[in-house]
């Protein structure tokens, strides 16, 4: 199973910039994908960007033009820049990894978590 380890988060302020970031490790033969959610206060997790080992990217309508997605696919590891950032954006941020550690045996493995907060 891989190990996921999110990192970058913090407060800023409304119109400011984070870049978060985000290692996979462990048994992994193959990743397919890794991507971001988010979950604010009192919701449910939502996805907000993603991306597959061939760099085919997804993005929620509410990030579009704001945030980037992209990946080092040689170290499992994903990055999101988020710029222009709005108090709604407050959020605990998950990435999640998809992919195989054998050639029958997929993993989908999801990071402990990053805190997000966008003061106006």
């Known amino acids: 199973q891989a190990q996921v380890v999110e990192s970058g988060g913090g407060l800023v302020q409304a119109g400011g910039s984070l870049r978060l970031s985000c290692a996979a490790s462990?048994?992994?033969?193959?990743?397919?994908?890794m991507g971001w959610y988010r979950q604010p206060p009192g919701k449910q997790r939502e996805l907000v960007a993603r991306i597959t080992s061939s760099s085919g990217t997804t993005y929620a309508d509410s990030v579009k033009g704001r945030f980037t997605i992209s990946s080092d696919n040689a170290k499992n590891t994903v990055y999101l820049q988020m710029n222009s950032l709005k108090p709604e954006d407050t959020a605990v941020y998950y990435c999640n990894a998809q992919g195989l550690v054998t050639i029958v045996t997929k993993f989908d493995s999801w990071g402990q978590g990053t805190q997000v907060t966008v003061s106006s």
């Open positions: 462990g048994r992994i033969l193959r990743m397919n994908a």
